[in-house]
């Protein structure tokens, strides 16, 4: 008995440790995130070009506050390194110069507000198009008639009465007047339960396929050019008259490859429709594949260093809500690094 209530101590003990440990962590990680979140904002700060010495003075005592600052900051300055566009992009505007530097001294005051007008429109510009640029979806969702941000998974009611469930960073536009039931998938991945109606036929249009049912349940994912059914019979067919109709039954799906609509392949359901139960089952799948689940988990761009990357495989079990997990996965499973900065982009290198 006196040993067992010893060992209970000692689990307890230990139990007790894990936990200090577990939220020492918690704090650490939070701390990074937070020095990651205020070195991206000093950084764009630093790309305006009207960036005044006092904004420059209050980025150095920043910077020198907490060893952690710099830190963030290098990660960030190696994540823009990556994107040469964009770094190019924002050179140009000569942010970099030297705080000392002096001014050039305005002549007349119309041509300092020219200046200033300029200047104004290069950052309103150049915000635009880096916010296009993390958030690729930010158009289509704006165009759009339902949609999801990345990391959001939504439930709607069509209003013909089809059940309509939206994985994260999707968009959908849907025409059901007449004798029309038409849906267009502008971006990502939606799971269907058609509303039966003989006399309205259902398509939907994602990219080169489309998909026409009576009544059932399936899947369209956009990027992968991808229809698989739960239930019923779908037809599908390439945007391309000369492509299909192919008839799928339930657990088949079928792919566009190289502008050709594949064979009819049989898929486990538990993996194939596990995104709608919050978990994504990735079995030997390829890092490419793994980054467009990546960008559907979380706000931001994620990068492939090298291209050769993406030959790499990944296998394992992830919960929707946890993009940390995944990229743990990578580093631990395959010996990648990474680095991110939240909402932004994340990088995968060797």
Same mark, same amino acid.
């Given at each position: ?8 101590? +000692?689990? *307890? ?37 009207? *960036?005044?010495?006092?904004?420059? =003075? ?37 942010? @970099? =110069? ?13 041509? $300092? ?6 200047? *104004? ?30 990391? /959001?998974?939504? /439930? ?10 939206? &994985? ?6 849907? @025409? ?6 038409? !849906? ?15 006399? =309205?036929?259902?398509?939907? @249009? ?23 059914? /739960? ?17 799928? $039954? ?14 009819? !392949? ?14 994504? +089952?990735? &079995? ?21 260093? &090298? ?5 790499? $495989? ?31 982009? $994340?990088? +995968?290198?060797?």
């Amino acid at each position: 008995m006196r040993r067992g209530r010893a060992a209970l101590a +000692i689990t *307890a003990d230990a139990f007790a440790r894990e936990c200090a440990a577990m939220e020492f962590a918690s704090d650490d990680s939070k701390d990074r995130e937070r020095a990651s979140r205020e070195a991206t904002e000093w950084f764009v700060r630093l790309q305006n070009p009207l *960036a005044t010495d006092d904004t420059r =003075r209050a980025y150095r005592d920043w910077l020198m506050a907490d060893p952690a600052h710099r830190e963030a900051i290098r990660d960030v300055s190696e994540l823009w390194g990556a994107l040469d566009r964009p770094a190019a992009q924002l050179a140009s505007t000569g942010w @970099h =110069r030297s705080a000392d530097e002096p001014a050039p001294r305005p002549r007349r005051w119309f041509a $300092t507000g020219s200046r200033f007008a300029t200047a *104004a429109v290069v950052v309103v510009a150049l915000a635009g198009g880096l916010a296009v640029w993390r958030d690729p979806g930010l158009l289509d969702r704006a165009f759009a008639d339902v949609a999801t941000h990345p990391g /959001e998974r939504r /439930e709607v009611s069509l209003a013909d009465g089809t059940l309509a469930v939206l &994985d994260g960073d999707t968009a959908l536009k849907s @025409h059901m007047s007449g004798p029309r039931r038409d !849906v267009t998938v502008l971006r990502g991945r939606v799971w269907l339960d058609v509303a039966r109606d003989p006399a =309205r036929p259902f398509t939907v @249009h994602a990219g080169g396929v489309d998909a026409r049912v009576l009544g059932t349940a399936f899947e369209v994912n956009r990027e992968a050019a991808a229809v698989t059914v /739960e239930r019923g019979e779908v037809a599908v067919s390439g945007v391309d008259s000369r492509l299909g109709p192919v008839k799928l $039954t339930a657990w088949q799906r079928v792919a566009l490859q190289d502008g050709t609509l594949g064979a009819p !392949v049989t898929v486990d359901p538990e993996q194939m429709f596990a995104w709608r139960r919050g978990l994504i +089952i990735l &079995d030997r799948a390829p890092l490419s594949q793994v980054v467009e689940e990546l960008d559907k988990m979380a706000p931001g761009r994620v990068l492939i260093a &090298d291209p050769e990357l993406k030959r790499l $495989t990944l296998s394992g079990a992830f919960r929707t809500d946890e993009p940390g997990a995944v990229l743990e996965a990578l580093r631990s499973a395959l010996g990648l690094r990474t680095v991110s900065v939240p909402g932004f982009a $994340t990088l +995968i290198y060797r």
